[in-house]
């Protein structure tokens, strides 16, 4: 039976992968993945508060959503302009 440990680490890895794909994403350019890893990354968040998780357990302490949100919207606006 796997313990609290193993989901612990299992949802940090998960965490760490969905936040360096969405900076990939951001360099790339591609709105449609920073907004599916924003998606991802805000379930966990808010599962995160509504279960009392510390967010430094997931990895996610240091992590702005709101920074997704806005490289989506300032690619948006470059690619209105080119």
């Known amino acids: 039976m796997s313990s609290q440990i193993d989901y612990q680490l299992l949802l940090k890895t998960i965490?760490?992968?969905a936040k360096n794909a969405a900076q990939s994403a951001r360099e790339r350019r591609d709105e449609a993945m920073l907004f599916a890893y924003y998606d991802i990354l805000d379930a966990v968040k808010t599962q995160a508060d509504i279960m009392e998780v510390p967010l430094d357990k997931?990895?996610?302490q240091d992590f702005n959503l709101d920074d997704l949100?806005?490289?989506t919207v300032d690619i948006a606006k470059q690619k209105q302009v080119a």
Do not use: D, N
């Open 15 to 17: 965490v760490m992968t």
């Open 58 to 60: 997931i990895g996610l």
């Open 69 to 71: 949100v806005k490289a």
